[in-house]
């Protein structure tokens, strides 16, 4: 049975696990010192909600992490999915859906208008799964500036 929670701090080093493989998974270094202190800080400050999908036996599997914004043509608040991830060897049992599912009553209990994502074009998995979960495929452009 697949069973979603919120992210508490007592489970901070397995999430910062799945955390770090997700970083890895999109070409960053590994940094589990550096994930953990993420982390840390974004559940003390309370300023993104982070769900795991658990196992019984395995406990967290997989995890999304949503970060609040607002759409002011929309007149509400808006959750961006930012992260999703289930270790390679749980795919495929429903993990990301039940995280998705969990998203989306995020949305509806803080009166959101809905969920905002981005992923790769290459992200085949991703890309066949949102659509699947209603998700719809945006035509704008997307830019990025970095302050570096």
Request: proline share 3%; glycine share 6%; net charge neutral.
């Amino acid at each position: 049975m697949i069973q979603v929670v919120e992210a508490e701090l007592n489970l901070l080093e397995e999430i910062a696990a799945l955390f770090d493989a997700y970083r890895v998974w999109y070409r960053k270094p590994s940094d589990l010192e550096g994930s953990k202190l993420f982390l840390r800080e974004r559940l003390v400050n309370k300023d993104s909600k982070i769900y795991l999908a658990m196992d019984d036996e395995l406990g967290p599997v997989g995890f999304v992490q949503l970060y609040p914004s607002f759409s002011s043509t929309r007149l509400k608040r808006l959750w961006i999915l930012n992260d999703l991830f289930i270790q390679a060897s749980e795919r495929g049992k429903g993990h990301s859906k039940a995280l998705i599912d969990r998203a989306k009553k995020l949305c509806k209990e803080t009166y959101a208008a809905g969920l905002l994502l981005e992923t790769e074009t290459n992200n085949v998995i991703g890309n066949q799964l949102y659509p699947a979960v209603g998700f719809e495929l945006e035509k704008n452009n997307f830019y990025f500036w970095t302050n570096s």
